[in-house]
């Protein structure tokens, strides 16, 4: 056998044909490396769909670079048994083939990278780690970005993006946002009328495909007992469908997005949302031809600039800044619990069997398709979870095993940061705490709930609205040095003494599971 020259290593989320790491590839001396690994679906208890979409894309991709004709050392599930992780499974394949270095496109994942530097450094190999041409930004810049700032907020951030990168920007020296406004939240929180959503746009289906259909099978057997369901599995797992999936949320979904993005509706998972995040975190799209597809059509007078404005933000703000977060601030981050929360998450996370309409709801979909939108993720999910105190930890794995577009160097700083407060405020100016009566004017559900989100005692008191109010006794000290929190703080000194017990025991019979 010739000598190896480069192993090319590709992750599970790093299936780009035109990726930074086949840059200079040589068909005559140089292979590439893909491992499916138990671990990878073990280390958090990971959901059948995510785990079909992980392996379906990567049996596709793998395809896909066997047709351009480099050499592909591809190991499969099936083929796992001796070597159950990612680690593992590398050292063997280093130890078969003797390459001369390893190369491969920065990882999203610190454990990942931490490990394959172990391996690199074992085998006396040079690791060669290409930066993500996926993204706007380098993970340097943000760290320039963010030098010597007291406080990071992603607004700033945001702006100079969309400055350094022309993105919606208008005025003689391109500097000025379009519209004369940097954001459109104001126009962009509407929730549906009394009637509900109408007829929206049917989701986007690709029915599975034999290679597809294989995983499924293959995850039913080899991951029984894992949470969610196959039935539906209709996700994009290749670049071609990843492209007809942009297409269609630009044409059928972008113009009023902006509009109802905050908006829920029992039974309607899909609603007016991108469904994107999978395709993008997998790279089989890419961030600039997405955002520039929002843009054109912005530009052709086929969406409105709120909803163009609020999708780009998503792409170039969010997306970009949790990244510097996470590559900039692990491996402490990821064990930060600023607000001492020790619950255990509640066992019906894992199954939808709740009585709170809302949340049965939004686990029950989670469940089923593994995608929940943003809203449900936040003010849902995530919110009952922070009000509740489960360890921020808990709710990182549960959220980064049951969505499919799940990768940690987004899902940990939105869960630990953004939703959990877990950071102290690094992420986000306050933590996002609110009654039942929130989730009541953004949806219907309080309608058909058993609970009623006016009431924070009793037995019908919504556990969203006893939970608040617990938060704000707990956390008075610490928050009502908050700017932002203040007002809120200051309502629990309405609250007499009796008042405030009722409360903290109400909150403790939830606490116990007597309340679900």
Same mark, same amino acid.
């Given at each position: 056998m010739a000598e190896l020259r480069h192993l090319v290593i590709v992750l599970g989320d790093q299936l780009d044909l035109d990726a930074a790491a086949f840059d200079g590839f040589d068909a005559a001396h140089d292979a590439v490396w893909m491992a499916e690994v138990a671990e990878e679906s073990t280390h958090v208890w990971s959901s059948k769909p995510r785990t079909v979409m992980f392996l379906a894309a990567m049996r596709?991709?793998?395809?896909?670079?066997?047709?351009?004709?480099?050499?592909?050392?591809? +190991?499969?599930? #099936?083929?796992?048994?001796?070597?159950?992780?990612?680690?593992?499974?590398?050292?063997?394949?280093?130890?078969?083939?003797? %390459?001369?270095?390893? =190369?491969? +496109?920065?990882?999203?994942?610190?454990?990942?990278?931490?490990?394959?530097?172990?391996?690199?450094?074992?085998? $006396?190999l040079a690791l060669d780690i290409r930066e993500d041409r996926h993204f706007y930004g380098s993970v340097r810049e943000f760290a320039a970005h963010a030098r010597g700032r007291k406080s990071l907020r992603m607004e700033y951030f945001y702006r100079e993006m969309r400055k350094r990168h022309g993105v919606?920007?208008?005025?003689?020296?391109? *500097?000025?946002?379009?519209?004369?406004?940097?954001?459109?939240?104001?126009?962009?929180?509407?929730?549906?009328?009394?009637?509900?959503?109408?007829?929206?746009?049917?989701? =986007? =289906?690709?029915?599975?495909?034999?290679?597809?259909?294989?995983?499924i099978l293959l995850v039913e057997a080899r991951f029984a007992a894992h949470p969610g369901h196959l039935d539906g599995f209709a996700w994009p797992v290749t670049r071609e469908q990843a492209l007809v999936a942009l297409e269609r949320f630009i044409t059928e979904r972008l113009p009023l997005f902006g509009r109802y993005q905050d908006a829920i509706w029992p039974g309607e998972p899909w609603l007016y949302h991108a469904h994107l995040a999978a395709a993008l975190n997998l790279k089989l799209l890419r961030a600039r031809e997405v955002v520039d597809a929002?843009?054109?059509?912005y530009r052709a007078g086929a969406a409105p600039l709120p909803s163009v404005e609020g999708f780009v933000r998503q792409i170039i703000g969010w997306r970009e800044y949790v990244r510097g977060i996470y590559w900039t601030r692990m491996p402490v981050y990821a064990?930060?619990?600023?607000?001492?929360?020790?619950?255990?998450?509640?066992?019906?996370?894992?199954?939808?069997?709740?009585?709170?309409?809302?949340?049965?709801?939004?686990?029950?979909?989670?469940?089923?398709?593994?995608?929940?939108?943003?809203?449900?993720? /936040?003010? =849902?999910?995530?919110?009952?979870?922070?009000?509740?105190?489960?360890?921020?930890?808990?709710?990182?794995?549960?959220?980064?095993?049951?969505?499919?577009?799940?990768?940690e160097w987004v899902e940990l700083p939105n869960t630990l940061g953004m939703s959990q407060y877990a950071d102290g405020g690094l992420m986000a100016s306050k933590p996002y705490v609110a009654t039942g009566k929130y989730i009541q004017r953004m949806s219907p559900h309080c309608q058909?709930?058993?609970?009623? %989100?006016?009431?924070? +005692? $009793?037995?019908?008191?919504?556990?969203?609205?006893?939970?608040?109010?617990?938060?704000?006794?707990?956390?008075? +000290?610490? /928050?009502?040095?908050?700017?932002?929190?203040?007002?809120?703080?200051?309502?629990?000194?309405?609250?007499?003494?009796?008042?405030?017990?009722?409360?903290? *025991?109400?909150?403790?019979?939830?606490?116990? $599971? #007597?309340?679900?």
């Open positions: 596709h991709f793998a395809q896909a670079l066997r047709a351009t004709g480099r050499a592909l050392h591809y +190991t499969r599930l #099936e083929d796992d048994a001796r070597h159950g992780n990612l680690q593992a499974q590398l050292h063997a394949d280093i130890e078969r083939l003797r %390459p001369s270095g390893l =190369v491969m +496109t920065a990882p999203g994942d610190w454990r990942v990278l931490q490990a394959i530097k172990g391996v690199a450094q074992a085998h $006396g919606l920007m208008q005025g003689a020296a391109g *500097d000025q946002p379009e519209g004369g406004q940097w954001n459109f939240d104001a126009d962009n929180r509407e929730a549906f009328g009394a009637s509900g959503p109408g007829a929206v746009p049917p989701r =986007v =289906v690709f029915e599975p495909d034999a290679i597809t259909r294989e995983v929002a843009v054109a059509a064990e930060l619990n600023a607000l001492d929360a020790h619950e255990d998450l509640p066992a019906w996370y894992w199954t939808g069997a709740t009585e709170m309409a809302c949340l049965r709801d939004a686990i029950t979909q989670t469940l089923q398709h593994g995608y929940a939108h943003h809203i449900q993720r /936040l003010m =849902v999910t995530g919110l009952f979870a922070l009000m509740y105190g489960v360890q921020p930890q808990q709710v990182h794995a549960w959220y980064l095993a049951v969505y499919v577009d799940a990768v058909g709930c058993r609970y009623d %989100p006016a009431q924070r +005692t $009793g037995e019908q008191a919504c556990p969203f609205t006893t939970l608040y109010w617990d938060f704000l006794m707990r956390h008075e +000290t610490a /928050l009502a040095s908050n700017p932002r929190m203040a007002l809120q703080v200051k309502n629990v000194a309405r609250l007499d003494d009796a008042q405030k017990q009722a409360i903290r *025991d109400r909150a403790a019979t939830i606490r116990r $599971g #007597e309340v679900a």
